[in-house]
């Protein structure tokens, strides 16, 4: 009797679910008509739990302490996107945004897993640095002789970058299907 409450209770909650065989509904059905315990245990089963549960201060201090983790992990990605857009314009002829936006959107990708994220974290500073970089005096001299041609540039500028940007993104989707497969 004692092995077949051990095989109705390990399988109390397929019953509960409904996933079990005719066969096999019918035997626990059976047993839980002369088990008291099991009975028991089966009614004990259907009672719901509480719908909000308070977490205790110890958590609280654990969700805290990831959250601030993870802040300063997203202003690192913000800063980085912000260096290189300032140190691979394209104005200036140097060609290492490439590499760089394709390891930002890669990088960004694999963290977030969101492409969406991962294309803002690339695109808002470098349009923020055009736009200062064409649009003002900040550096000397103008780029530019109005502020539809500084705009198209930028435009421009931000175009380029999240091609390469989204390549990154695929080669990081790419690799999360391939460590899935395996």
């Known amino acids: 009797m004692k092995n077949e409450c051990a095989i109705v209770q390990d399988l109390l909650p397929l019953y509960e679910e409904e996933l079990l065989q005719v066969e096999t509904k019918q035997f626990i059905e059976e047993h839980l008509k002369s088990c008291k315990e099991c009975r028991l245990l089966a009614e004990q089963s259907q009672i719901p739990l509480p719908a909000k549960v308070e977490p205790g201060e110890p958590s609280k201090k654990m969700i805290r302490k990831i959250t601030l983790r993870l802040t300063t992990i997203q202003i690192f990605f913000v800063a980085i996107a912000f260096m290189f857009a300032m140190g691979t314009t394209i104005m200036n002829d140097n060609a290492g945004f490439i590499l760089t ?23 808002v500073p470098n349009f923020i640095w055009n736009c200062l970089l064409y649009m003002t005096d900040l550096l000397g001299e103008f780029y530019a002789e109005s502020f539809w041609e500084a705009l198209q540039l930028a ?3 931000l175009t380029i970058y999240l091609v390469f940007t989204i390549i990154g993104i695929v080669i990081g989707f790419c690799i999360l299907k391939i460590m899935e497969e395996n």
């Open 101 to 123: 936006y394709t390891i930002l959107g890669l990088v960004t990708y694999l963290f977030y897993r969101s492409v969406l994220i991962a294309v803002l974290l690339a695109g």
């Open 155 to 157: 435009l421009f500028s």
